[in-house]
């Protein structure tokens, strides 16, 4: 016979401590809190899955080559944006002190969800008459 109590107690205490993550958390999601903000990380590839809220700034040393972020509009297309100088057209990449990215110009898909947007200090800025959800 196998004594339940220590299971009993055990489970109800990591109950308790998941309960007690949960609520750290839970008020950073409710209440309308706004959407994280983007942050950049060097890449020194193209990423194959792109994780929604980073810009992913891909080049070697000195060298940046390609801006790139998943579609923030949902539909999953990795956008790849290129930095080369010489390139048409060029995005620019800008940092705040805090790390949150900026892009410039504008991001306009021409093709599928044809979302256009700004990343600006991080946020995602939404463009046009059709595109006023984030
Ligand atoms: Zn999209």
Redesign the pocket.
């Known amino acids: 016979m196998i004594d339940l109590r220590h299971i009993v107690q055990a489970v109800r205490a990591s109950a308790l401590s998941a309960w007690a993550r949960l609520r750290r958390v839970l008020p950073r999601g409710l209440g309308g809190s706004p959407p994280p903000r983007y942050r950049v990380e060097r890449a020194g590839e193209v990423p194959d899955a792109p994780e929604v809220g980073t810009l992913y700034v891909v080049g070697e040393g000195a060298h940046e080559w390609y801006a790139v972020l998943r579609?923030p509009?949902?539909?999953g297309?990795a956008l790849v944006m290129s930095l080369l100088a010489d390139a048409r057209p060029r995005w620019r990449v800008l940092v705040d002190d805090d790390g949150a990215p900026s892009l410039s110009p504008s991001v306009h898909?021409v093709v599928?969800?044809r979302?256009h947007f700004f990343l600006r200090s991080g946020r995602i800025d939404w463009c046009g008459p059709d595109r006023d959800v984030a």
């Open positions: 579609c509009c949902g539909c297309e898909r599928g969800c979302s």
